[in-house]
Each structure stands twice: as C-alpha cells, then as structure tokens.
C-alpha cells in the first residue's frame, strides 16, 4: 500500500463508508491538514476544516473514516501530532547555518541524532529553560512525519513511507553541546532535555515538502527564513539512509536541520515557526521551576 492521504471536502463521502490509503506522489491536489487533540479528556485524530476540526475514527496511519463530530478549533487542546517511537533529527543540514559553502566530509552524509521522546511538546506548550542552562537556542525545522514501517528502502521508495510534514523547533543549548571545555560527549541533554523539542501544530499532506518557506519569529521579529529547497539531504535522502540502519515506524518524526543563524532565548519569550503549508507552531519560554 502506498503513502496514506485521505482526501477531504465539504461534500465528504458519509461516514460509514471506510477511507482507505491512496498514493499521492507527485499530487497536485490541496494540501490536508490533520491534528491530535484532547477534548474533555478524549484523545483523538482530526481533519482541520478552517476553524473546526472533524474527528476521525481509525488508525491515522491505515484505515479511517470521518465522523460527524466537529468542533471548533478553539474548544480543543491541541498535542503533539503523533506519538512516536522514536524521534531523530539531523546535524549541519543548510549550508546557511554551516557558515561555509563547501560541505565538510563528515556531512557529504546525513548525521542524524535522537532527541528524547520527553523532549517533545505541543503548540501552546511552554519551552522549559534548565536551571543550569546558559546558552539556549532556537532552531526551526521542517519536520518528518513516518506513514508505515520503513526499513531498506531506496531514495526513489522513500516517499511511499513519509505520510506528512509538520513543523519542529530544535531547541539546543550551545554550551553542553559545543563547549571545548565542558561540552557532553553526546547531545543528550543539549538537545533531548525535556520540553527541547517542539513541534505541531498540524500535520500537512500533498505538499511540494521539498519547496516550503519556513521562517522563525522571536517576539514576532523574523530571525530564521530559508526554503526547505536548500535543504543539503532532501527528505527521500534522509529517510533511506536511517531506514538502513534503523526501522521507522508510523508517527516516528525526522527533525530535518535548521537553516541561518540562531540566537538566544530567555524566560518572557515567544517563538514562532512558521512552516508554509503547515501552520505557525508557537510556544511560550519559561525558566524551570
């Protein structure tokens, strides 16, 4: 079965009939939008319809039908978009944030991480500064969102298993992660500490995912802007080299890299990121408690 997309309008087929999976590579077809949400106490899949969202009934991932439950987005919570297995992301990925043109040797291939699953949260969820945290940074990021179980697959297979895009920010701290004299020898908390990674607010399918402009806003000032074009791994070439070494499962997320320079942020704050497509996933920063 090839990727999942599900086609939505106004005049949708009824509910009891079963949506299946249909491939969409190279579709020109609007864009969906999906998202996960709670609503008293309920924790389901939905299909954004402007201000209202649809809930879904199935598996997001295989088979699902629409319902006739819709509410307005402003009476939902909205999560993270998927609940992952695993969560990686890639180091050095535009040559605008390198600094240099030419391409090290040790990024002539992707460099992926993890970032931990504790790291994640959703739109409107606060970004936690450590303690004993100094340097903390934002970083924007086009997002993969996996669609089925991946493992061994070719550049030109790749996108029969990526079901969607959503937007990340990869927030790092700059000294546990680069300091000569006390930097970790991995980036387990530079990057994976709790609340670092962002993401949401919606899942987005039938895009171009490699022609998106995404720009980042710090307290609604425009500090990161670069198209997902310049990205020096595309997303077919992310997901097959992981998928030789490590399975991705449906709802795993790739954090793709971040373009430019980044800066500092600071209890008080507000970062945006804006992914075209997908949406603007915004969080608050505060220092931990």
Same mark, same amino acid.
């Given at each position: 079965?090839?990727?999942?997309?599900?086609?939505?309008?106004?005049?949708?087929?009824?509910?009891?009939?079963?949506?299946?999976?249909?491939?969409?590579?190279?579709?020109?077809?609007? +864009?969906?939008?999906?998202?996960?949400?709670?609503? &008293? *106490?309920?924790?389901?899949?939905? $299909?954004?319809?402007?201000? #209202?969202?649809?809930?879904?009934?199935?598996?997001?991932?295989?088979?699902?039908?629409?319902?006739?439950?819709?509410?307005?987005?402003?009476?939902?919570?909205?999560?993270?978009?998927?609940?992952?297995?695993?969560?990686?992301?890639?180091?050095?990925?535009?040559?605008?944030?390198?600094?240099?043109?030419?391409?090290?040797?040790?990024?002539?291939?992707?460099?992926?991480?993890?970032?931990?699953?504790?790291?994640?949260?959703?739109?409107?969820?606060?970004?936690?500064? +450590?303690?004993?945290?100094?340097?903390?940074?934002? &970083? *924007?990021?086009?997002?993969?969102? $996996?669609?089925?179980?991946? #493992?061994?697959?070719?550049?030109?297979?790749?996108?029969?298993y990526v079901f969607g895009v959503t937007a990340g920010n990869d927030i790092s701290e700059r000294i546990w992660q680069n300091d000569e004299e006390v930097k970790d020898v991995q980036w387990w908390r530079a990057k994976g500490a709790d609340t670092f990674g962002p993401v949401g607010p919606y899942i987005a399918t039938g895009l171009d995912y490699g022609n998106l402009m995404m720009r980042l806003r710090l307290n609604g000032e425009v500090k990161q802007e670069e198209s997902t074009d310049h990205l020096i791994h595309d997303i077919p070439a992310t997901v097959s080299f992981i998928s030789q070494y490590v399975t991705l499962h449906p709802g795993d997320l790739i954090f793709t890299g971040t373009p430019g320079e980044t800066s500092e942020i600071q209890p008080g704050d507000v970062v945006e990121v804006e992914l075209e497509g997908v949406g603007v996933l915004r969080n608050p920063v505060k220092a931990e408690e």
């Open positions: 079965m090839n990727r999942l997309e599900h086609r939505w309008g106004l005049s949708f087929v009824c509910a009891a009939t079963l949506w299946v999976a249909l491939p969409i590579s190279g579709s020109a077809a609007e +864009p969906t939008r999906y998202l996960r949400f709670e609503k &008293e *106490a309920k924790v389901a899949y939905g $299909i954004l319809e402007g201000e #209202r969202v649809r809930e879904i009934e199935g598996d997001l991932f295989g088979e699902w039908e629409p319902t006739e439950t819709v509410y307005p987005l402003s009476e939902i919570k909205i999560l993270t978009p998927t609940e992952p297995k695993q969560v990686l992301a890639l180091a050095g990925n535009y040559r605008s944030h390198l600094g240099q043109e030419e391409i090290p040797p040790k990024l002539r291939i992707p460099q992926p991480f993890y970032k931990s699953l504790s790291s994640l949260v959703g739109q409107g969820e606060a970004i936690e500064i +450590p303690k004993d945290a100094k340097t903390v940074h934002y &970083e *924007a990021e086009l997002v993969i969102v $996996i669609g089925k179980t991946c #493992r061994n697959v070719s550049k030109e297979q790749a996108m029969d």
